[in-house]
T-cell receptor, first 113, second 112 residues
Framework: DSGVTQTPKHLITATGQRVTLRCSPR?????VYWYQQSLDQGLQFLIQ???????AKGNILERFSAQQFPDLHSELNLSSLELGDSALYFCASSVGIGGNEQFFGPGTRLTVL | KNEVEQSPQNLTAQEGEFITINCSYS?????LHWLQQHPGGGIVSLFM???GKKKHGRLIATINIQEKHSSLHITASHPRDSAVYIC??????????????FGKGTHLIIQP
């Protein structure tokens, strides 16, 4: 158990819908990263937050957004969902802004029908 | 843009064999991560290294910064080591933040 929690574990929804994925980092960790793992693209970095502020952006679509709240939990919002958004979404946390080991949550499996 | 290449893509070995998985990357990095992903999907961090060598139990990770290459070794392999092993490069962007760039993974099967 990494200490990082993610909810929900599974999510099934329809095209065009909007969903919110939630992540709680390990106690004491200030950075949260979001990653997407799909069969065709593999693992991709989406976005990083550190202590409430966005610090790095990867291959995140404009339909996706994220935020980190004062209690350090983070949410990833996915809107206008398409079939290709079906994937495993992981969050990871680390203690600092960079150069630290990252601890991964169990993931949320999103299926868009 | 950093490219991360892993080899082999698939590896089947007998229990007890010495295993080596290789990873190369194209540009300078701040650190190299080795991750393990089991069939259930969960990802476990094995190592993070920026120079030299690290050892944890039967696992050893090395990195050569000049050659932009890292290896993960498993000694006395066991069927429970069967998993996907992923290397990932961390590059600092503005303000010290570092999202990871991932290799495609090595699917390892250890047969009893």
């Amino acid at each position: 158990d990494s200490g990082v929690t993610q909810t929900p574990k599974h999510l099934i929804t329809a095209t065009g819908q909007r969903v919110t994925l939630r992540c709680s980092p390990r106690s004491g960790d200030l950075s949260v990263y979001w990653y997407q793992q799909s069969l065709d693209q593999g693992l991709q970095f989406l976005i990083q937050y550190y202590n409430g502020e966005e610090r790095a952006k990867g291959n995140i679509l404009e339909r996706f957004s994220a935020q980190q709240f004062p209690d350090l939990h983070s949410e990833l919002n996915l809107s206008s969902l398409e079939l290709g958004d079906s994937a495993l979404y992981f969050c990871a946390s680390s203690v600092g802004i960079g150069g630290n080991e990252q601890f991964f949550g169990p993931g949320t499996r999103l299926t868009v029908l | 843009k950093n490219e991360v290449e892993q080899s082999p893509q698939n590896l089947t070995a007998q229990e007890g064999e010495f295993i080596t998985i290789n990873c190369s990357y194209s540009v300078g990095i701040s650190a190299l991560h080795w991750l393990q992903q089991h069939p259930g999907g969960g990802i476990v961090s094995l190592f993070m290294l920026s120079s030299g060598k690290k050892k944890h139990g039967r696992l050893i990770a090395t990195i050569n910064i000049q050659e932009k290459h890292s290896s993960l070794h498993i000694t006395a392999s066991h069927p429970r080591d069967s998993a996907v092993y992923i290397c990932a490069a961390a590059m600092y962007s503005g303000g010290g933040a570092d999202g990871l760039t991932f290799g495609k993974g090595t699917h390892l099967i250890i047969q009893p």
